[in-house]
């Protein structure tokens, strides 16, 4: 009998897929009929963790409900499940039934519920626990950190921090930097050393960054020589924190730690250039990047285009235009934004405007550097088209179209755009009204302030206000 149970187990555990529920359940009426689910609590949990498994949690409950034996493993199986199904409050239902709870089965809800975001309740779970552990720990720590609660992540961590792991310690660390809490960050380095506890890759990434992003650039070396081999995360904390303090020297030099630098690090350095007014350096560097056989990504390709404006190199500018294009992130909003600023730095704002017409898709800073753009080389009626046809504007788009009126020619218009722009700012509806109608007054033939007027006023849904324009 004991082999035959052996051999029902083997068969059944293959069963544990979405494809082969239906053999399982073939199984089940078998073992129902047999009586073999009766006397075999073995059988019974296996045949529970097939529905949980296949988010079938009507069955499981079924067969959960009618079991004559239970254990840890039964109850555990079904909270689960109901907990990866979404149904977290029949899992904590369930955990409340259990006459005697395993830390397995507090950590499996309020884990669920802290994913979740539910940090009342996962707190109260936590509260609740007999027996606190470092995964009901962590769990809490991570849900705080997560949910931009750093204050109590920390306290938490100060009540219970004889029961932190590396990881616990790791993201409280993260906590301090984004609390601004840096004696207390420095307290659990100098902690770390006199219990002396190992400075593994997490660790070491967690101090690097937190003594990078405080400006302690030193201390951030110290720990990096700690670590055996860093990882790019470390490093490229590094050589931020020097770019951003213009030692560049010191960027370099932990740079050059990595004996085949990823393209992260490269975007770092070469981003590091760019911050500190170091064009030509950046350039080289790219160029350097290329040689060696790595692949510029979004980031490189903006950081360049950047470079190549700032140095006013038309020249450049087009040789990136071709990169891009081969490299076919062209697409991208922000590369694009960033294409059309540089083509426009560089005297070229025909071959902006060339580049723009091939577009297929906008953002509002990608139109916003466009109605500049049209505004420089004289093109104020496509300027005007395009602010009047913008889905969303902002505070630039405003600004952008008003200079370029007033640039071109068109200070009525400008003034007027000024004036609404007050109105929408301040939502006074009465005295935008009035605005239009002296505008009406003052200048019945100005069909580009009624274009404006007719997008800002149809936008907004004010039907009273457009009658006013169609008069």
């Given at each position: 009998?004991?082999?035959?149970?052996?051999?029902?187990?083997r068969?059944h555990?293959?069963?544990?897929?979405?494809?082969?529920?239906l053999?399982?359940?073939?199984?089940h009426l078998?073992?129902?009929?047999?009586?073999?689910?009766s006397s075999?609590?073995t059988i019974g949990?296996?045949?529970?963790?097939m529905?949980?498994?296949?988010?079938n949690?009507?069955e499981?409950?079924?067969l959960?409900?009618?079991?004559?034996?239970?254990?840890y493993?039964s109850?555990?199986?079904?909270?689960?499940?109901?907990?990866?199904?979404?149904?977290r409050?029949?899992?904590?239902e369930l955990?409340?039934l259990?006459?005697?709870?395993?830390?397995?089965?507090?950590?499996?809800?309020?884990?669920g519920f802290?994913?979740?975001?539910e940090?009342e309740?996962a707190?109260g779970?936590?509260?609740?626990?007999?027996?606190?552990?470092g995964?009901a720990?962590?769990s809490m720590?991570?849900c705080?950190?997560?949910?931009?609660?750093?204050r109590?992540?920390?306290?938490?961590?100060k009540?219970?921090q004889c029961l932190?792991?590396?990881?616990?310690v790791?993201?409280?660390?993260g906590?301090?930097?984004?609390?601004?809490a840096?004696?207390?960050g420095k307290?659990?380095h100098?902690?770390?050393v006199v219990?002396?506890l190992?400075f593994?890759?997490?660790l070491c990434?967690?101090l690097?960054?937190?003594?990078?992003?405080?400006?302690d650039?030193?201390?951030?070396?110290?720990?990096?020589?700690?670590?055996?081999?860093?990882?790019?995360?470390?490093?490229s904390?590094?050589?931020s924190g020097y770019a951003s303090c213009g030692r560049m020297?010191s960027?370099?030099?932990?740079?050059?730690?990595?004996?085949d630098?990823c393209?992260?690090?490269?975007?770092?350095l070469?981003?590091?250039h760019v911050?500190?007014?170091?064009e030509?350096?950046?350039?080289?560097?790219?160029?350097q990047?290329?040689r060696?056989g790595v692949?510029?990504?979004?980031s490189?390709?903006?950081v360049?285009?950047?470079?190549?404006?700032?140095?006013f190199i038309?020249?450049?500018v087009?040789?990136?235009?071709?990169?891009?294009?081969?490299a076919g992130?062209?697409?991208?909003?922000?590369?694009?934004?960033?294409?059309?600023?540089?083509y426009?730095k560089?005297?070229k704002?025909?071959d902006?405007?060339?580049?723009?017409?091939e577009l297929q898709?906008?953002?509002?800073?990608?139109?916003?550097?466009?109605i500049?753009?049209?505004s420089?080389?004289?093109?104020?009626?496509?300027a005007k088209?395009?602010?009047k046809?913008?889905?969303?504007?902002?505070v630039?788009?405003w600004n952008?179209m008003i200079?370029?009126?007033?640039?071109?020619?068109?200070?009525?218009e400008?003034?007027d755009l000024?004036?609404?722009r007050g109105c929408?700012?301040?939502g006074?509806?009465?005295?935008?009204?009035?605005?239009?109608?002296?505008i009406?007054?003052?200048?019945?033939q100005n069909?580009?302030?009624y274009i404006?007027?007719s997008s800002?006023?149809?936008?907004?849904c004010?039907?009273?206000t457009?009658?006013?324009?169609e008069v």
């Open positions: 009998m004991e082999l035959e149970l052996q051999y029902y187990v068969l555990q293959s069963c544990n897929t979405h494809s082969s529920i053999l399982g359940k073939q199984l078998f073992f129902l009929k047999k009586g073999i689910l075999s609590l949990n296996h045949l529970l963790q529905y949980s498994r296949c988010s949690m009507t499981a409950s079924k959960f409900d009618e079991m004559p034996q239970r254990n493993y109850w555990n199986t079904v909270i689960e499940g109901y907990m990866k199904s979404g149904n409050g029949r899992s904590l955990l409340k259990m006459s005697h709870k395993s830390d397995f089965s507090w950590n499996l809800v309020l884990s802290a994913k979740a975001g940090l309740v707190r779970l936590f509260d609740d626990m007999p027996s606190k552990n995964v720990l962590n720590i991570h705080y950190v997560r949910n931009g609660n750093a109590k992540a920390i306290e938490l961590f009540e219970f932190a792991d590396a990881f616990v790791a993201t409280v660390i906590a301090c930097v984004d609390l601004g840096i004696e207390y307290q659990i100098a902690h770390m219990e002396g190992k593994d890759p997490v990434s967690s690097i960054n937190f003594y990078g992003k405080c400006g650039l030193d201390s951030a070396s110290r720990v990096l020589n700690l670590a055996k081999e860093p990882d790019d995360f470390s490093l904390a590094l050589i020297a960027a370099r030099l932990i740079f050059e730690r990595k004996n630098p393209v992260i690090l490269w975007n770092y070469i981003s590091g911050f500190n007014n170091e030509f350096e950046a350039l080289a560097l790219f160029s990047m290329r060696k692949q510029g990504d979004f490189s390709i903006a360049v285009f950047s470079a190549c404006s700032s140095l038309s020249g450049h087009k040789q990136m235009h071709g990169y891009a294009h081969k992130v062209l697409c991208d909003f922000i590369i694009a934004s960033t294409l059309i600023d540089a426009s560089c005297g704002p025909n902006a405007c060339k580049f723009f017409s898709a906008y953002d509002t800073i990608l139109l916003n550097s466009m500049t753009v049209y420089t080389c004289g093109r104020i009626e496509d088209q395009l602010f046809t913008m889905p969303h504007k902002t630039i788009s952008s200079v370029g009126l007033s640039q071109n020619g068109c200070p009525i400008a003034l000024f004036f609404l929408v700012a301040h006074d509806k009465t005295l935008r009204k009035k605005v239009v109608k002296q009406i007054e003052l200048d019945p069909s580009g302030a404006q007027l800002l006023f149809a936008t907004s004010e039907s009273e457009l009658r006013l324009l």
